[in-house]
Nanobody, 122 residues
Framework: QVQLVESGGGLVQAGGSLRLSCAAS????????MGWFRQGPGKEREFVAF????????YYADSVKGRCTISRDRAKNTVYLQMNSLKPEDTAVYHC???????????????WGQGTQVTVSS
């Protein structure tokens, strides 16, 4: 059973930075994809970024490209999302997810963390 635990959310002013962490346990080698998704108030869950555990390949949503960096520490089984130049529209609950394939569709991910709240004030 894969377990994912996010941390690092909080309240930050516009223009500020946060680093989210996702600690994974119980992951199998076939679960190569780790994704970050977010769900803002009254909005559907949307893709933010993904990374391959094995190759380190990354991909970003246009809305965060250039402002966010996803990375992984294989020794710690932890994935990070560094977010800079935060905007009020980045306010959301951020979830990490584990899956077999590097995809942007949240329905293709098998395991999810409980989420961490990010609030950006203007």
């Amino acid at each position: 059973q894969v377990q994912l635990v996010e941390s690092g959310g909080g309240l930050v002013q516009a223009g500020g930075s946060l680093r989210l962490s996702c600690a994974a346990s119980g992951r199998t080698l076939s679960a190569d994809a780790m994704g970050w998704f977010r769900q803002g108030p009254g909005k559907e869950r949307e893709f933010v970024a993904f990374i391959s555990w094995s190759a380190g390949s990354t991909y970003y949503a246009d809305s965060v490209k250039g402002r966010c960096t996803i990375s992984r520490d294989r020794a710690k089984n932890t994935v990070y999302l560094q977010m800079n130049s935060l905007k009020p529209e980045d306010t959301a609950v951020y979830h990490c997810a584990s899956g077999r394939f590097l995809l942007t569709d949240p329905n293709r991910y098998d395991y999810w963390g409980q989420g961490t709240q990010v609030t950006v004030s203007s």
